[in-house]
């Protein structure tokens, strides 16, 4: 009797891994202004940003709304739920039409246990995230509305991050750029009008950011 040959198992590629649909993984196509979770809900899943943006926001008791990050292709979110998070603490809604694939808590534990490549790939992540919270918080005490928003413009656009930058970026509200820095709309459409005066952005239903918008960061 002919012995079958074992089968060859397919070797693990973290892009298919986060890319395509499988055990514990699920792939959606999903319009602007969909909501992913809302705050408060069951933290059981890790999410991971094919092509995109995404918001997420906090709400306080009194009802104040605030934008804590904004992030697009590449990223994660949702990753609280490894940290013994029970809830959301924040409200992740589709800046724009997004593929978006989401993880299931045991299944990204066991793909973090049994391959070294996954694991590199979400501690770097979560590193740099670590550094670019560090950094918005500097951001936020030491630097001046107008500042806030060039950076928050440049990184919009993805300036500064490896590969060439996206500088026109998907439409998005004054409100939601003064909730991003803290400050009110007014002085929003104020700075915009600005910066639009200097040739640093064009926007006409979309925002298209040039590089020169970095001598606001840089200028002291």
Do not use: W
């Not at 992740?92 to 391959?115: F, G, H, N, P, Y």
């Amino acid at each position: 009797m002919k012995q079958e040959k074992p089968k060859k198992q397919t070797k693990f590629s973290v892009l298919r891994f986060l890319s395509e649909p499988g055990k514990g993984r699920k792939v959606d196509a999903l319009d602007i202004h969909t909501v992913l979770f809302a705050q408060g809900d069951p933290a059981s899943s890790l999410y991971y940003i094919q092509k995109g943006k995404v918001k997420l926001t906090v709400v306080s008791k009194s009802g104040k709304e605030a934008v804590i990050a904004v992030l697009g292709d590449g990223n994660f979110f949702g990753e609280g739920c490894l940290a013994a998070q029970k809830q959301r603490m924040s409200t992740a809604t589709c800046m724009a039409a997004s593929i978006i694939t989401r993880i299931d808590k045991a299944t990204v534990v066991e793909t973090l246990q049994a391959e070294a490549s996954f694991s590199e790939l979400l501690l770097s992540y979560m590193l740099t995230r670590t550094m670019r919270i560090e950094e918005d918080l500097v951001d936020q005490l030491f630097n001046s509305s107008e500042k806030r928003l060039a950076r928050a413009l440049l990184l919009l656009a993805n300036f500064g991050k490896e590969g060439k930058p996206e500088t026109v970026i998907p439409k998005i509200s004054q409100e939601t750029l003064a909730e991003m820095i803290g400050t009110t709309r007014s002085r929003v459409s104020f700075f915009m009008n600005k910066f639009r005066r200097l040739g640093f952005i064009e926007y006409n239903g979309t925002l298209q950011i040039h590089s020169s918008l970095l001598n606001v960061v840089l200028h002291d």
